[in-house]
Structure formats: C-alpha cells, structure tokens
C-alpha cells in the first residue's frame, strides 16, 4: 500500500477504465463500423458517443464533456478542501463564515441560563 493518499484513488480509477474499456471495446467497435445516419439523430446518447468516435461535431457530447468537466472540478475541489483545510476554501464564489476572534486569557465564559 502506498503512502500517498491519491495514489490508491488513481489506481482504482485506472483498474477501473480499464475493466470498462475491455468489455466495451468490442461492442464500441462494431456499433462505429455500423452505417447511421448522423442526422438522423441529435440527442441520442449512443449517436453522440459514435460521432465523438468518427470525429464528428456533437451537441451531446459537447455538452456532457462540459458537465464531466464541472463534475471533475467539483472533486477535485472537495479533495483540496479535504486534504489541506487550512488553506482557506478552494471552491469558486464560497466564502466561509469568519471565525470568531479568540478570547484572551484561559479562562472560556459559558453562559449559564436557568430554566
């Protein structure tokens, strides 16, 4: 086991494509060998994987690269802000509440109400 906390993460998600790839590799390639017409659909999943593999502008998949993208920069941020706290938050536009000034002295006031 490494030391490193990222380096098992990187190393699942990479056993991870790669288990993915070798069973839709297969299917992928014949499913892009397959004649479709490209206009024929614009909003399909599958037509716009296929027309990502041909080279062909997609809509979708433009689209979906951008939300994967977000998604991307979203855990990335998450594990910034887990891994090193102290330097501040590492999301866009988030400010945390300020914390509240230290009270001198070792003694720490708590208020004490009687119901």
Known sequence: MSSDP???????????????AEQAGPWLDRVAASEHEPA????CPLCGVIALM???????????????????????AVLADRWAPEEGPHMPGFTPPPKPPPESGRVQRIPVRRT
Do not use: H, I, K, N
């Open 6 to 20: 990222g380096s098992r993460l990187a190393e699942e998600l990479s056993l991870l494509f790669a288990a993915v």
């Open 54 to 76: 041909r080279g062909e502008p997609s809509v979708l998949a433009a689209q979906s690269l951008e939300r994967m993208a977000d998604l991307v920069a979203l855990f990335r």
């Open 40 to 43: 024929a659909c614009d909003w």
